[in-house]
Protein backbone atom coordinates (compact mmCIF):
# COMPACT_ATOMS: atom_id res chain seq x y z
CA UNK A 1 0.00 0.00 0.00
CA UNK A 2 1.61 3.53 -1.07
CA UNK A 3 -0.64 5.15 1.66
CA UNK A 4 -1.62 8.52 1.41
CA UNK A 5 0.07 10.45 -1.80
CA UNK A 6 0.39 13.92 -2.94
CA UNK A 7 1.25 15.75 -5.88
CA UNK A 8 3.11 18.28 -6.53
CA UNK A 9 5.80 18.60 -3.89
CA UNK A 10 6.85 21.55 -4.51
CA UNK A 11 4.56 24.35 -5.95
CA UNK A 12 5.19 27.88 -6.73
CA UNK A 13 2.52 30.26 -8.39
CA UNK A 14 1.76 33.79 -8.69
CA UNK A 15 -0.84 35.65 -7.31
CA UNK A 16 -4.07 35.18 -9.32
CA UNK A 17 -3.06 31.82 -10.74
CA UNK A 18 -5.06 28.74 -9.98
CA UNK A 19 -4.10 25.37 -9.75
CA UNK A 20 -5.15 21.66 -8.11
CA UNK A 21 -3.55 19.91 -5.41
CA UNK A 22 -3.81 16.24 -6.00
CA UNK A 23 -4.18 13.88 -3.27
CA UNK A 24 -5.13 9.67 -3.35
CA UNK A 25 -4.95 7.16 -1.11
CA UNK A 26 -5.31 3.18 -1.63
CA UNK A 27 -6.52 2.08 1.83
CA UNK A 28 -10.22 2.41 1.12
CA UNK A 29 -11.13 5.10 4.19
CA UNK A 30 -14.15 6.86 3.70
CA UNK A 31 -12.95 10.20 5.20
CA UNK A 32 -10.34 12.30 4.05
CA UNK A 33 -9.24 15.93 4.96
CA UNK A 34 -7.24 18.67 3.78
CA UNK A 35 -5.22 20.69 6.52
CA UNK A 36 -2.48 23.78 5.80
CA UNK A 37 0.16 24.13 8.27
CA UNK A 38 1.89 27.59 9.39
CA UNK A 39 4.41 27.88 12.01
CA UNK A 40 3.42 28.53 15.07
CA UNK A 41 -0.04 27.48 13.90
CA UNK A 42 -0.69 24.18 13.86
CA UNK A 43 -2.69 22.56 11.66
CA UNK A 44 -5.80 24.04 10.44
CA UNK A 45 -9.00 21.97 9.14
CA UNK A 46 -10.03 23.43 5.51
CA UNK A 47 -12.01 21.20 3.79
CA UNK A 48 -12.70 17.18 4.93
CA UNK A 49 -15.13 14.38 3.15
CA UNK A 50 -16.97 11.42 5.01
CA UNK A 51 -17.65 9.47 1.64
CA UNK A 52 -17.99 10.10 -2.63
CA UNK A 53 -19.93 12.39 -3.15
CA UNK A 54 -20.39 14.16 0.40
CA UNK A 55 -17.57 17.51 1.34
CA UNK A 56 -17.97 19.87 4.14
CA UNK A 57 -16.03 23.19 5.06
CA UNK A 58 -13.31 23.17 8.05
CA UNK A 59 -12.10 25.90 9.92
CA UNK A 60 -10.46 28.23 7.02
CA UNK A 61 -12.00 27.05 3.85
CA UNK A 62 -12.22 30.31 2.05
CA UNK A 63 -10.52 30.73 -1.21
CA UNK A 64 -10.32 26.69 -1.42
CA UNK A 65 -12.70 24.34 -3.64
CA UNK A 66 -12.86 20.62 -3.16
CA UNK A 67 -14.49 17.76 -4.49
CA UNK A 68 -14.84 13.72 -3.84
CA UNK A 69 -15.86 12.16 -6.48
CA UNK A 70 -14.34 8.61 -5.82
CA UNK A 71 -13.07 6.92 -2.89
CA UNK A 72 -9.66 7.34 -3.62
CA UNK A 73 -9.32 10.86 -4.45
CA UNK A 74 -9.80 14.23 -2.78
CA UNK A 75 -8.25 17.43 -5.07
CA UNK A 76 -7.70 20.93 -3.39
CA UNK A 77 -8.32 23.54 -5.80
CA UNK A 78 -6.72 27.16 -5.28
CA UNK A 79 -9.21 29.26 -7.43
CA UNK A 80 -6.93 32.73 -7.18
CA UNK A 81 -3.87 31.98 -5.30
CA UNK A 82 -2.88 34.76 -2.96
CA UNK A 83 0.23 35.53 -0.50
CA UNK A 84 -2.06 34.57 2.39
CA UNK A 85 -2.18 30.96 1.29
CA UNK A 86 1.21 30.32 1.34
CA UNK A 87 2.09 27.42 3.36
CA UNK A 88 2.19 23.55 3.31
CA UNK A 89 -0.86 21.77 2.74
CA UNK A 90 -1.38 18.06 4.43
CA UNK A 91 -4.22 15.46 3.42
CA UNK A 92 -4.93 12.65 5.38
CA UNK A 93 -7.20 9.58 5.16
CA UNK A 94 -8.69 8.25 8.02
CA UNK A 95 -10.26 5.14 9.85
CA UNK A 96 -11.16 4.72 13.30
CA UNK A 97 -10.01 8.01 14.02
CA UNK A 98 -6.49 6.87 12.76
CA UNK A 99 -5.42 10.09 10.55
CA UNK A 100 -2.67 8.78 7.99
CA UNK A 101 -1.51 11.78 6.45
CA UNK A 102 0.33 12.30 2.83
CA UNK A 103 3.95 13.79 2.53
CA UNK A 104 2.78 17.53 2.53
CA UNK A 105 2.69 20.10 -0.70
CA UNK A 106 5.08 23.43 -0.04
CA UNK A 107 2.98 26.08 -2.02
CA UNK A 108 4.55 29.38 -2.23
CA UNK A 109 2.70 32.55 -3.92
CA UNK A 110 4.05 35.12 -4.91
CA UNK B 1 -6.50 32.72 19.98
CA UNK B 2 -5.32 28.46 19.82
CA UNK B 3 -8.00 26.09 21.02
CA UNK B 4 -4.66 23.91 22.13
CA UNK B 5 -1.46 25.31 23.94
CA UNK B 6 1.49 23.06 23.55
CA UNK B 7 4.65 24.23 25.95
CA UNK B 8 7.40 24.52 25.81
CA UNK B 9 6.97 25.82 22.18
CA UNK B 10 10.84 24.52 21.73
CA UNK B 11 13.08 22.42 23.62
CA UNK B 12 16.41 21.50 23.09
CA UNK B 13 18.01 18.61 25.76
CA UNK B 14 20.73 16.30 25.88
CA UNK B 15 21.00 12.35 25.04
CA UNK B 16 19.59 10.19 28.19
CA UNK B 17 17.73 12.78 29.53
CA UNK B 18 14.00 12.41 30.45
CA UNK B 19 11.62 15.33 29.50
CA UNK B 20 7.72 16.21 29.31
CA UNK B 21 5.54 18.17 27.02
CA UNK B 22 2.59 19.47 27.68
CA UNK B 23 -0.74 20.08 26.18
CA UNK B 24 -3.64 21.81 27.22
CA UNK B 25 -7.16 23.41 26.60
CA UNK B 26 -9.80 25.15 28.69
CA UNK B 27 -12.14 22.83 26.27
CA UNK B 28 -12.71 19.33 27.47
CA UNK B 29 -12.57 16.50 24.61
CA UNK B 30 -13.65 13.43 23.64
CA UNK B 31 -9.75 12.08 22.64
CA UNK B 32 -6.95 13.49 22.43
CA UNK B 33 -3.91 12.09 19.74
CA UNK B 34 -0.30 13.10 19.64
CA UNK B 35 1.83 12.77 16.63
CA UNK B 36 5.37 13.28 15.92
CA UNK B 37 6.78 15.09 12.57
CA UNK B 38 9.93 14.98 10.92
CA UNK B 39 10.75 17.46 8.56
CA UNK B 40 9.88 17.27 4.79
CA UNK B 41 7.15 14.47 6.37
CA UNK B 42 3.29 14.61 7.69
CA UNK B 43 2.91 13.87 10.97
CA UNK B 44 2.50 10.09 12.21
CA UNK B 45 0.09 9.02 14.80
CA UNK B 46 1.48 8.01 18.06
CA UNK B 47 -1.17 7.46 19.92
CA UNK B 48 -4.95 8.11 20.79
CA UNK B 49 -5.71 8.96 24.46
CA UNK B 50 -9.76 8.04 25.55
CA UNK B 51 -10.72 8.07 29.21
CA UNK B 52 -9.80 10.82 31.60
CA UNK B 53 -6.48 9.77 33.76
CA UNK B 54 -5.57 7.25 31.15
CA UNK B 55 -2.39 6.37 30.94
CA UNK B 56 -0.13 5.00 27.65
CA UNK B 57 2.95 3.71 26.95
CA UNK B 58 4.79 3.53 23.69
CA UNK B 59 8.18 2.01 24.64
CA UNK B 60 10.31 5.24 25.78
CA UNK B 61 7.02 7.28 25.84
CA UNK B 62 4.55 8.09 28.21
CA UNK B 63 1.67 9.61 27.53
CA UNK B 64 -1.43 10.57 30.03
CA UNK B 65 -4.58 11.98 29.62
CA UNK B 66 -5.81 14.73 32.37
CA UNK B 67 -8.60 13.53 34.70
CA UNK B 68 -10.92 16.11 33.37
CA UNK B 69 -10.13 15.45 29.81
CA UNK B 70 -8.89 19.15 28.84
CA UNK B 71 -4.85 18.51 29.05
CA UNK B 72 -2.29 15.72 28.20
CA UNK B 73 1.30 15.09 28.72
CA UNK B 74 3.86 13.19 26.76
CA UNK B 75 7.31 12.16 29.05
CA UNK B 76 10.22 10.76 27.02
CA UNK B 77 12.56 9.09 29.39
CA UNK B 78 16.10 8.77 28.42
CA UNK B 79 15.43 10.81 24.97
CA UNK B 80 17.13 9.65 22.07
CA UNK B 81 18.51 11.57 18.76
CA UNK B 82 15.99 9.52 16.84
CA UNK B 83 13.24 11.85 19.09
CA UNK B 84 14.25 14.87 17.59
CA UNK B 85 10.82 16.27 15.45
CA UNK B 86 7.65 18.16 15.63
CA UNK B 87 5.09 16.77 18.76
CA UNK B 88 2.37 17.74 17.89
CA UNK B 89 -1.51 17.02 19.73
CA UNK B 90 -4.72 17.12 18.50
CA UNK B 91 -8.30 16.69 20.53
CA UNK B 92 -11.38 15.64 19.14
CA UNK B 93 -14.35 17.52 20.05
CA UNK B 94 -17.30 15.58 18.82
CA UNK B 95 -18.08 11.97 19.50
CA UNK B 96 -17.42 10.39 15.93
CA UNK B 97 -15.35 7.70 14.75
CA UNK B 98 -14.49 9.85 11.56
CA UNK B 99 -11.75 12.65 13.14
CA UNK B 100 -13.16 15.76 11.25
CA UNK B 101 -13.19 17.61 14.66
CA UNK B 102 -9.90 17.42 15.48
CA UNK B 103 -8.10 20.50 16.02
CA UNK B 104 -4.38 20.73 16.57
CA UNK B 105 -1.82 22.75 18.79
CA UNK B 106 1.20 24.24 17.49
CA UNK B 107 3.28 21.84 18.64
CA UNK B 108 6.68 21.40 20.57
CA UNK B 109 9.47 20.92 18.89
CA UNK B 110 12.20 18.94 20.65
CA UNK B 111 15.87 18.19 19.10
CA UNK B 112 17.97 15.60 21.32
CA UNK B 113 21.57 16.09 20.74
CA UNK B 114 24.21 13.19 20.42
Known amino acids: NAGVTQTPKFQVLKTGQSMTLQCAQD?????MSWYRQDPGMGLRLIHYSVGAGITDQGEVPNGYNVSRSTTEDFPLRLLSAAPSQTSVYFC?????????FGPGTRLTVT | TQLLEQSPQFLSIQEGENLTVYCNSSSVFSSLQWYRQEPGEGPVLLVT?????EVKKLKRLTFQFGDARKDSSLHITAAQPGDTGLYLCAGALGGDNYGQNFVFGPGTRLSVLP
Open chain 1, 92 to 100: ASSYSSKQY
Open chain 2, 49 to 53: VVTGG
Open chain 1, 27 to 31: MNHEY
